[in-house]
């Protein structure tokens, strides 16, 4: 048989570039393994390297100096061998290669590795990116690496750097809304920081339009309190104009009863001069605009009920025109009930200023025992009437009765 060294220049150059290939891809495959953290699986393609390595050194020899004996002792050894076992020597490294390339190969696909790690990162639609504390960035998948780009104008180079920039919370990148948010961890006993960007378009997108439906919203109910406080005033109006037109009726039957009435009829005529009396009070309290009547009005209504009002302050000026309106409807039913439920000769008003309020107050005497307080009849429409305006009214008897009128400071007249 025909030893390894009588071949011809081309068939020995042809297992010189046969050992250099399979030089290369034992390396490869202990790189490999390497990459994948498979740290014992690199021992198998380094093993195979030392004879593979050889083989390819002996060549080199055989081609530099024959078996002569400048030939090394175990380059002449192995040249005279048949050139048959050198190829089966070849078939065999190159068969345990390529099962040493297979098993790293199926591994990878099989298993969970650091490469395929990678892989699924730079497949996510958010961006991810971790540092150490002092910048270093470990790790920064595609998404985080083109946001960064597109923000600072370079790659993920300095964790720090890029979190400054991005530390509003949500930015604008292109026709595209994100997200950051960033957390610290503990791993393996180093501080590191991961930085996470979530693509919020579509959610963005809704948020502004339920703010733009909740703003539309609070219009239309705005326009339904204005509508309905504009109601509540029509249907008042309409109250006192029938309440006059009833007045007014009531006046011609008194007017028929004084004329037909027998004058020498004590009894008769006390009766008829009381019901004078009352649809007198009557007259003053809605014949006139109740909002704008003011102390005038008030001082008119007390001199017909006989009562004396003790003012101390003036009218807080904080008070909006709806507010001095309502303190006046207050007045007229405080004065109205001192003469009908007391019996009082005089009342006094008062006024007291808090941080937020102003407290008014409308105390009588009592000359009759204090009965229960019950919010009926003009104190259930004032109560109604102070709670559109966010006021409040109270009233408390002991040996004095008083009304008190809590109104918010510096309330628009809106």
Request: glycine share 10%; charged share 20%; aromatic share 8%.
């Amino acid at each position: 048989m025909t030893p390894f060294f009588a071949l011809s220049e081309l068939a020995r150059a042809f297992f010189a570039l046969w050992a250099l290939l399979l030089c290369l891809a034992e390396i490869g495959g202990a790189l490999l393994a390497a990459v994948k953290k498979r740290f014992r699986s690199v021992l198998p393609p380094l093993l195979l390297l030392a004879p593979t390595y050889l083989i390819w050194q002996v060549i080199f020899d055989i081609r530099l100096f024959g078996v002569s004996d400048g030939a090394n002792g175990i380059s002449r050894a192995l040249g005279g061998i048949s050139w048959l076992w050198w190829l089966a020597a070849f078939a065999a490294l190159t068969a345990a290669s390529a099962l040493v390339l297979y098993g790293d190969i199926r591994y990878g696909k099989n298993n969970i590795t650091p490469g395929a790690i990678k892989v699924f990162l730079d497949n996510l639609p958010c961006g991810i990116c971790c540092w150490r504390e002092n910048g270093r960035v470990l790790f920064s998948n595609v998404c985080m690496d083109r946001l960064s780009r597109e923000i600072t104008g370079s790659p993920p180079l300095n964790g720090n750097q890029l979190y400054g920039a991005v530390k509003g919370g949500m930015i604008s990148v292109g026709d595209r809304m994100w997200r950051f948010s960033c957390r610290e961890m503990n791993f393996g006993g180093d501080i590191l920081r991961e930085l996470i960007a979530s693509d919020i378009t579509a959610e963005y997108a809704e948020t502004r339009a339920l703010e733009r439906d909740k703003a539309e919203l609070s219009r239309l109910n705005r326009e339904l309190r204005e509508y309905t406080i504009g109601i509540d005033e029509t249907v008042r109006r309409r109250e006192i104009l029938q309440a006059k037109v009833n007045i007014h009726d009531e006046m011609n039957r008194l007017m028929l009863s004084t004329a037909a009435a027998k004058s020498g009829d004590a009894g008769e005529m006390d009766r008829i001069f009381s019901l004078w009396e009352r649809n007198a009070l009557l007259l003053c309290m809605e014949a006139g605009d109740r909002d704008g009547a003011g102390f005038a009005g008030l001082e008119k209504l007390a001199k017909t009920l006989k009562i004396k009002i003790i003012r101390g302050s003036p009218l807080p000026g904080s008070l909006s025109a709806k507010q001095r309106s309502l303190y006046f409807i207050a007045a007229n039913e405080a004065v109205t009930n001192a003469v009908k439920h007391a019996g009082a000769k005089e009342i006094t008003l008062s006024f007291a200023e808090t941080g937020s309020r102003v407290i008014c107050g409308f105390t009588n005497s009592l000359e009759r025992p204090a009965a229960e307080v019950r919010f009926a009849g003009g104190l259930a429409n004032l109560a109604r009437l102070a709670e559109k305006q966010g006021a409040g009214v109270a009233a408390s008897a002991g040996e004095n009765f008083t009304l008190t009128l809590s109104l918010p400071k510096n309330q628009p007249d809106g």
